[in-house]
């Protein structure tokens, strides 16, 4: 069974970097049948799709436009996780966060709890 | 990016009821398509794939069907802990956008 545990703070504060890390287990983080997702949720803004990160050979990863210019998403094989980091958070930014893994091209089947990040001074 | 319109945005029906709930794509996007059920404080729930597939341990009662740039995804026999949210998902072009949700409603 896959299990998706989430972890970083809920309150950050405007300009600053949004950090947030998935562990994996039950799946690798370089399995090759996987991409590992993030999307966020908020009254405003809906589900939005972030970007993944996956292998297949090598590393690939693609980002939503919205958040282009400041997200980076990175895999960790070594601790099988994977991160998001979101600069120059607005706001705009607050949602509850959600890490998934993607079967496949996107097939969001297993999804971490969430978590509410804040940005407010 | 891809515009997911989903109708309607909410929905109250009774259990026992058929209800149906429609997502169209701005674009073709074949049957590159999912569908999720959400409950408040949960993560979304993975229900339908490719359209029309049924993922695994999903009751028999939720169907998808469609292609192209229309969809539609019913229950049958509605239950009272079908109450949820209800999302589509295109993933054949990034960003793999969302449909707003529907709020589906006991009466």
């Known amino acids: 069974q896959v299990q998706l545990q989430q972890s970083g703070p809920g309150l950050v504060k405007p300009s600053q970097t949004l950090s947030l890390t998935c562990a994996i287990s039950?799946?690798?983080?370089?399995?090759?049948?996987?991409?590992w997702t993030w999307i966020r949720q908020s009254p405003s803004r809906g589900l939005e799709w972030l970007g993944k990160?996956?292998?297949?050979?090598?590393?690939?990863?693609d980002y939503g436009g919205s958040v282009k210019g400041r997200i980076t998403i990175k895999a960790d094989p070594a601790k099988n996780q994977f991160s998001l980091q979101l600069t120059s958070v607005t706001p705009e930014d607050t949602a509850v966060y959600f890490c998934?893994?993607?079967?496949?091209?996107?097939?969001?089947?297993?999804w971490g709890r969430g978590s509410l990040v804040t940005v407010s001074a | 990016d891809i515009h997911m319109t989903q109708t309607p945005s909410s929905l109250s029906a009774s259990v026992g009821d058929t209800v149906t709930i429609t997502c169209q794509a701005s674009?073709?996007?074949?049957?590159?398509l999912n569908w999720y059920q959400q409950k408040p404080g949960k993560a979304p729930k993975l229900l339908i794939y490719?359209?029309?597939t049924l993922e695994a341990g999903v009751t028999v009662r939720f169907s998808g069907s469609g292609s192209g740039t229309e969809f539609t995804f019913t229950i049958r026999g509605l239950q009272p802990e079908d109450i949820a949210t209800y999302y589509c998902?295109?993933?054949?072009?990034?960003?793999?956008?969302f449909g707003q949700g529907t709020k589906l409603e006991i009466k």
């Open positions: 490719d359209a029309s």
């Open positions: 039950g799946d690798s983080v370089s399995a090759n049948r996987a991409a």
């Open positions: 674009h073709d996007i074949s049957n590159t």
């Open positions: 998934a893994r993607a079967r496949g091209i996107g097939l969001l089947d297993y």
């Open positions: 990160t996956y292998y297949r050979s090598k590393w690939y990863i």
């Open positions: 998902q295109q993933y054949d072009t990034l960003p793999h956008t």
